[in-house]
Nanobody, 126 residues
Framework: QVQLVESGGGLVQAGGSLRLSCAAS????????MGWFRQAPGKEREFVAV????????YCADSVKDRFTISRDNSKNMMYLQMDSLKLEDTAVYYC???????????????????WGQGTQVTVSS
C-alpha cells in the first residue's frame, strides 16, 4: 500500500523556520518527482515546490522562492521542505504528493500527482 506521511508542522512566529518531512513507502519513490502543496483556510490548494526524481532539479512558487527549499533523500525515501522567514500568509495545511509517472523533472499542476499525504498544519503567528 502506497503511503505518504507528512510531519514537522506546528506553530511558529513570523520570521521563524520550520522543516517539513514526508516519508514515502509502498513503491520506489526514488524514481518519481515529488512536490509540496498547501491549502489555506477558504482557499484552493496551491503549488509550493517540486523536485525531480533525482533531486537535481527543483522549482518553487514565486510566493515562497528564496524562503523555502525543497530536497529529498532517496536512500531514505524522504522528502523535505525547509521553510525560512515564514510569513502569516504561509499558514496552511501542507501536503506532500508523488507524481504518477517516473523519471520526470516535476510538475506544478496537481493533476499530475496520484498519491497524497494527509497533510500537516503550519500556523504562523504575529
Amino acid at each position: 500500500q502506497v503511503q505518504l506521511v507528512e510531519s514537522g508542522g506546528g506553530l511558529v512566529q513570523a520570521g521563524g523556520s520550520l522543516r517539513l518531512s514526508c516519508a514515502a513507502s509502498g513503491r520506489t519513490f526514488s524514481s518519481y518527482p515529488m512536490g509540496w502543496f498547501r491549502q489555506a483556510p477558504g482557499k484552493e490548494r496551491e503549488f509550493v515546490a517540486v523536485i525531480s526524481w533525482s533531486g537535481g532539479i527543483t522549482y518553487c512558487a514565486d510566493s515562497v522562492k528564496d524562503r523555502f527549499t525543497i530536497s529529498r533523500d532517496n536512500s531514505k525515501n524522504m522528502m523535505y521542505l525547509q521553510m525560512d522567514s515564514l510569513k502569516l500568509e504561509d499558514t496552511a495545511v501542507y501536503y506532500c504528493a508523488a507524481e504518477a509517472r517516473p523519471y520526470g523533472l516535476g510538475k506544478a499542476s496537481e493533476s499530475y500527482y496520484d498519491y497524497w499525504g494527509q497533510g500537516t498544519q503550519v500556523t504562523v503567528s504575529s
